[in-house]
């Protein structure tokens, strides 16, 4: 698929960042940092990856703002659902959401769906006999990966669908992906009771949708 002018712009890659500000050694009769003091004696510890945000603001003096690509690996999953759905233009979402293979209000809905079931985690809640009180929007694109049979009304308001949507995102981001493979051999031995509290149908892994995950 051809990439738009818009679309195009908003994945390239971003500017090399400007030259590092240089370092300059300590006032007299100040004391060299201990990681550095502890090089000449073979005791250097062990480093830690910094974060881009703390390497950036660390490093580089301009521009004093960092690129956005920077600032969104610092993001939780409920303020980049935010930034998204507060994105003036309605191309910028239109275009974002094309990456995923989704529409931007497919993705909207999703979104705070996926934020929804992190707190219901986070707070070791419970998920699979319990409505979310909020619910990804079924697509009615064909365009969007989805399930090839209906999606029982019962399934609806159940974790089933937010397993489908998962899988249908990591379709675009991650096509090799054994997500759909380990979710089965997790849930398949589970008692009927149990995969109809959290709202998975019979034969689900029959559809079309699954069993071309689990081929």
Known sequence: MQQTPERSALVRRPAPLPRPVATREPPEGRARPVRQAARGQGRTPRRRPRPSLEHY??????????PS???????????????????ARRSDRTAVAAVLGLTAPVL???????????NVCAHHGRLWNVGLGVYPV???SDRIS????????R????LYPVL??????LDTVSPRSRWAVRLHDLVAPRPAMNLAGMGVPSGWSDDPFWRRHLA
């Open 57 to 66: 603001l660390t490093t580089y003096a301009s521009p004093e703002l960092p």
């Open 69 to 87: 690509w920077v600032m969104v690996e610092e993001l939780t999953i409920g303020q980049l659902s935010t930034v998204y759905r507060n994105l």
């Open 108 to 118: 909207e809905s999703w979104l705070q769906t996926y934020v929804r079931v992190r």
């Open 138 to 140: 079924i697509p009615a």
């Open 146 to 153: 989805w399930l090839d049979g209906p999606l029982p009304e």
């Open 155 to 158: 399934s609806r308001q159940r």
């Open 164 to 169: 489908v949507s998962l899988q249908a995102v």
